[in-house]
């Protein structure tokens, strides 16, 4: 039987913020199954409903984690429905969250992915409305502590899957779009460092920006082209939100060229 490794550690991504007491309960609800748990914030400051944005933040704190690290993410907009709890296996890593495509970037033909239907290891009372205090919140518990995925739920082929945007590569240009952006402004798209050409010019909303910067160190109110730490290319306003100055948003339109042409 395959050994697997826990690191103690279970990470909690939400959209529930700080004003309510939901992300504390669901700490609770961990620390009574599993009090030696360590437990780490990953962001609870998402838009409501914004399984995206949470997608992007998983795909990219993720990597940084201990192996058998257990990540517990509840944006969860079909609580109630018929939408199936999920954990995933994926990169020695466990991932728990509703079925809605928030795991995305983890499903792979190497995941192995469980629905988490042994009602044995939830709270005695589920709720229509709060299914990570009732479902996901024991079950991370549970796995942190050593139960196998299978004692948890069944194994299952797939798991829905929402689109990832492409760059669409043409002669002499690359078409991007903005998949997230920061509590800073930054416009974070979906070209990659790899895509850059020797020498970019950067366009976007009418702006453009030749070459890439280092920093964010500019007069303020430079509009900068950067790499940023996910190694993605960035649009950044220096000293100031670009997302607010150019009204930007996710899914705006970015497209890259050679200064040479």
Same mark, same amino acid.
């Given at each position: ?13 939400? $959209?529930?913020?700080?004003?309510? %007491? ?15 748990? @360590?437990?780490? $914030?990953?962001?609870?400051?998402? $838009? ?24 517990? %993410? ?17 990169? !020695?890593?466990?991932? &728990? ?12 033909? !190497?995941?192995? &992915?469980?629905?988490?239907? @042994? ?12 299914? +990570? ?19 948890? +739920?069944? %194994? ?31 416009? &974070?798209?979906?070209?990659?460092? !790899? ?12 702006? =453009? ?8 160190? %500019?007069? =303020?109110?430079?509009?900068?082209? &950067? ?10 306003? =220096?000293? $100031? ?21």
């Amino acid at each position: 039987m395959e050994t697997l490794t826990r690191s103690g550690i279970i990470t909690l991504t939400s $959209d529930f913020g700080l004003a309510d %007491a939901y992300i504390g309960i669901i700490k609770g609800v961990i620390l009574s199954l599993f009090p030696k748990a @360590r437990l780490v $914030d990953i962001s609870h400051n998402l $838009d409501p409903q914004d399984i995206q944005q949470a997608g992007y933040l998983l795909k990219t704190s993720v990597p940084y984690f201990p192996e058998g690290t257990v990540h517990l %993410a509840v944006v969860d907009p079909g609580v109630g429905t018929s939408r199936r709890p999920i954990l995933v296996q994926a990169r !020695e890593q466990f991932l &728990i969250a509703p079925d809605n495509g928030l795991l995305t970037d983890f499903i792979s033909p !190497e995941a192995k &992915i469980f629905h988490l239907n @042994r009602p044995g290891f939830f709270l005695n009372h589920i709720s229509q409305t709060f299914h +990570g205090r009732d479902i996901f919140a024991p079950c991370a518990a549970h796995l942190a502590k050593g139960k196998r995925p299978e004692q948890l +739920g069944e %194994a299952i082929p797939d798991a829905v899957r929402l689109p990832r945007p492409q760059p669409e590569i043409q002669p002499g240009r690359i078409l991007g779009q903005v998949i997230h952006i920061d509590r800073f402004g930054n416009l &974070i798209t979906n070209i990659s460092k !790899e895509q850059l050409p020797e020498k970019p010019l950067i366009r976007i909303m009418g702006k =453009a920006i030749s070459g890439i910067s280092n920093s964010y160190d %500019a007069p =303020a109110g430079t509009l900068l082209a &950067i790499i940023g730490s996910a190694g993605h290319l960035e649009i950044s306003l =220096a000293r $100031d939100s670009a997302a607010h100055r150019l009204k930007a948003g996710v899914g705006q339109a970015v497209e890259l060229s050679n200064a040479d042409g």
